[in-house]
Each structure stands twice: as structure tokens, then as C-alpha cells.
């Protein structure tokens, strides 16, 4: 299919930190897609927490899930528009490599523990991984992906951290935009996450239909679904909805960039970086309905008690590792022992918190509980 004049293409690209001859048979993004899936960080999503720790359940969705999702989704929305599906499919992909595990709590829980020495964002961090922690190949540190797909990685970062990024992070100090694939993998995120959030807090039981009627998106669906099939079980009428939604937000957000791009007529991606507005967007109506399911999850499944538990444990397990290894690196494998006293070296206190954060935010929910486990539990008596 022949790409947009403002599509990202492999001829066109920026290149990589490290430059690399061309590979056989694939373009520029297929490479680095290929190489994204084929790394540890991609394998481990599947035991890290999207909303339910991994052990609550085998149907529940999962890091690895979730971001096969967002790709399924990306790919559909950038053959619409003519955008370059193997750049959104790498984007997409790779774009949760950073999170902690136990998910926005262990986020949370790790920026906190790191708040002296500057923090922790797992954006930022799903960067260093595929710049510099992965170690896999003979001639340079990471991934070398090229800018576009870090580019896409990067969703949002502040001003201090982005002037340090170079290239990378000018656009966050001069108001630019990411690329239109860019763009679209963040809506499609949201799309995903959002819906895939309702189902499995319906299949939990934490959340109702009734108590989702209250959201204009999901009752449109569920009445429209509960007339034309009255008798339907409640569990494929749930999914019926699900799959209802994602289409009204997926066909409302094509039909939106499309009129905003004949009101643009950008005719290179640099021209759509150059725009002080994204051009990938909802329309008024969607997006005020979009805002409105989010900010019910937030209120009736993400701050559900069951749900506070899980994670108000996972911050203290977190917590307390983090403060173990601090004080203690000897107690982290040789690699991260050896890392620490290099950054530590270089950098001080900050150089050896960061490795530290490193050990934790690649930790899946399990290992993070076996180490937990192994290092603050007694061994039973004999």
C-alpha cells in the first residue's frame, strides 16, 4: 500500500544512534519491531500487571496483552489514514517495556523511592530500555531503533529531562509535534486500555452494566446490544459492548484526523511536527465521552478497594526492596552489583539509585515477590 506524502517512511528516516548497512529484505522498522519483540524486556510484559496483579487470574490482561492490543488497533487506524504500519507496530509495541511491575502503583512506588534523585517515569524508562539496558548486540548498547520509533516511545517527558535527550526531546521544549504515528499511538493506547479496563473489571465483578450505564459510551452500546440480542448471555453481551465501543472511538478518530489533515494538508511529516496541535485527535463529542469513561474507571475500578490491596502491597514491596538494595547492592545480581559501582563512581548516590530502579522496574510481579520473599521472610524452622 503506498504511504502518505506525511507518513514516516524507511527512506526518510533519521537513522539510528549507531549506524547500521541496511538489513536484507526488511526496511528500517520491521528491523526495529523485530528486534523490540525478540528482546528480554518484551518477554517479560507477560507477567507484569496491567490492572490485576498476575496471579489474581489467567483471563485478565497483562503488559504483553495489552500492548498486542494497542498494536492491533494502531495497525487498523494507520492503514486507513496511509500511515506506515510497521513504525506504529514497533511503536506500539515497545512503548510499555519500561513499566514496573504491579503497573501504576510500582510506578508510583518507584518515583517515589527515587524522588531525591530524579525520579522515575516509565516512559522514560521504556527509552532506557531499548537505548541502553537491553544487551544483546556485539557493536552497541540497547536496541539502536531508529529516531522515529524512539520518537513514538517517548510520549511525554519535562523540560529539564528533555534538554538532556538532544534531538529526541527537542520537540517538548519548542512545542512541536511527535509524527503522525506518534500521534496515533497514543490515542490507540488509551482506546485500548480504557476498554480492556471494563472488561476485565466486569469478568472481576468490580465493576456492573448497571453501574456502567452511567457512562454515555458504554450505555449506548449495552441498550443497543441488549435489544438486538435480548437473550444473549451476559458475558458475550459484555463483549459485544466492548466491541462496539472500541469501534465508535476507532471509526470517530479516523474520520477526525482526516478532517483535520485536509484543514492542515501537511505534505511531509516534518510539516506535521512543525504544528503547535496534534493533528490525531477525537472529535469534540468523542472525546468529552472518552474523558468521561476514564474518569469513572479511575473512580469505581482503579481506587476499588480490592484493587487499592493489590497495590497498596505492591508499594510496599517495592518500597522495601528498593530500600534493601540501596543500602545493600551486594544483594542484587553480579551484573547490577558491578553496574552500581560504576554509576555510584561517576555519578554518586543519584548513579547508583538509578541502577537500583533499573533492577526493580524489570522485575515481573512474580520475581518481585520471590525476591521479596527470599530476602525479608524467615526460613521456616526445622
Known sequence: MALAPYACSDSLSRGRVYAEPSPQYRDAFMRDRDRIVHCGAFRRLEYKTQVFINHEGDMYRTRLTHSLEVAQIGRTVCRILALNEDLIEAITLAHDLGHTPFGHAGQDALNACMQDYGGFEHNLQSLRVVDTLEERYADFPGLNLTFETREGILKHCNLEKAAALGELGERFLTGRQASLEGQVANLVDAIAYNNHDV????????????????????????????????????????????????????????????????????????????????????????????????????????????????????????????????????????????????????????????????????????????????????????
Open 199 to 382: 472488561d476485565d473489571g466486569l469478568r472481576a465483578g468490580l465493576l456492573t452494566p448497571t453501574q456502567l450505564s452511567e457512562v454515555e459510551l458504554f450505555a449506548d452500546a449495552w441498550e443497543e446490544v441488549r435489544h438486538r440480542y435480548p437473550d444473549l448471555a451476559e458475558r458475550r453481551a459484555i463483549h459485544e459492548v466492548t466491541r462496539r465501543i472500541i469501534n465508535r472511538q476507532v471509526v470517530d478518530l479516523v474520520e477526525q484526523t482526516r478532517r483535520n489533515l485536509i484543514a492542515a494538508m501537511p505534505s511531509s511529516p516534518d510539516e506535521v511536527r512543525a504544528l503547535n496541535q496534534p493533528l490525531v485527535a477525537f472529535s469534540a463529542e468523542m472525546q468529552a465521552q472518552h474523558h468521561s469513561l476514564k474518569q469513572f474507571l479511575r473512580t469505581n475500578l482503579y481506587r476499588h478497594y480490592r484493587v487499592h490491596r493489590m497495590t497498596s502491597k505492591a508499594k510496599r514491596v517495592l518500597h522495601e526492596l528498593f530500600d534493601l538494595f540501596f543500602e545493600d547492592p551486594q544483594l542484587m545480581p553480579n551484573q547490577y552489583q558491578e553496574r552500581c559501582r560504576d554509576q555510584e563512581a561517576r555519578n554518586g548516590r543519584a548513579g547508583k539509585a538509578r541502577v537500583v530502579a533499573d533492577y526493580i522496574a524489570g522485575m515481573t510481579d512474580r520475581y518481585a515477590f520471590s525476591e521479596y520473599h527470599k530476602l525479608f521472610t524467615p526460613p521456616a524452622m526445622p
